[in-house]
């Protein structure tokens, strides 16, 4: 089974910054796309950015330019930095990984518990 977890989330002033990592480990043959998505409250969840196994990465418009995604494959880790935060950034952010469990042979979506990150003066 594969496990991510995430950690970094926090309280934060707007226009301040937090740093999100998440980190995969379990039985992992391999892993594909990794990324992170948020739910804010009363809202459904949303995707915020990408990045492939080539350091391909994609951000959700609102967050373009602001939040900056990273992953390192010998450590299967991926974090976020997030600079100048909004208060509409305030939500609940979880880690998202496509892999394949070393025992399966079917890849599959993972998602971590998620971690609050309040944006708030």
């Known amino acids: 089974q594969v496990r991510l977890v995430e950690s970094g989330g926090g309280l934060v002033q707007p226009g301040g910054s937090l740093r999100l990592s998440c980190a995969a480990s379990g039985s992992i043959r391999s892993i594909d796309d990794m990324g992170w998505y948020r739910r804010a409250p009363g809202k459904q969840r949303e995707w915020v950015a990408d990045?492939?196994?080539?350091?391909?990465?994609k951000y959700a418009d609102s967050v373009q330019g602001r939040f900056t995604i990273s992953r390192d494959n010998a450590k299967n880790t991926v974090s976020l930095q997030m600079d100048n935060l909004k208060p509409e950034d305030t939500a609940v952010y979880y880690c998202h990984a496509y892999a394949v469990d070393a025992g399966s042979p079917y890849w599959d979506d993972y998602w971590g518990q998620g971690t609050q990150v309040t944006v708030s003066s």
């Open positions: 990045i492939s196994k080539g350091d391909n990465t």
